[in-house]
Nanobody, 122 residues
């Protein structure tokens, strides 16, 4: 299996910044897609940012210009730099990945992290 562990969440003031990190651990895999999702209470889970192994980027309109997704391929890490945070950014943020396993069929598998809470409040 591949495990995803998020870190970096917490309570911040409006206008503040946080940097989330997601570490992918396991053996014999390569990352094809690494995404960040978020889900606020009573709301649907939404895609925040996406980064493919080919370098394609995608951001939700609500975070464009404020959030930046990046990766460290050698360490199987992905980051989400969040600036100018607003109260409506409050949510549980989840790391999501599609990986290729190092098996004979080069199987693709999907994994989710456990989530990290981001609360933006004065």
């Amino acid at each position: 299996q591949v495990q995803l562990v998020e870190s970096g969440g917490g309570l911040v003031q409006p206008g503040g910044s946080l940097r989330l990190a997601c570490a992918a651990s396991g053996s014999a895999f390569s990352i094809n897609v690494m995404d960040w999702y978020r889900q606020a209470p009573g709301k649907q889970r939404e895609l925040v940012a996406s980064l493919t192994s080919g370098g394609n980027l995608n951001y939700a309109d609500s975070v464009k210009g404020r959030f930046t997704i990046s990766r460290d391929n050698a360490k199987n890490m992905v980051y989400l730099q969040m600036n100018s945070l607003k109260p409506d950014d409050t949510a549980v943020y989840y790391c999501y990945t599609i990986v290729t396993k190092g098996d004979a069929l080069r199987s693709r598998e999907i994994y989710w992290g456990q989530g990290t809470q981001v609360t933006v409040s004065s």
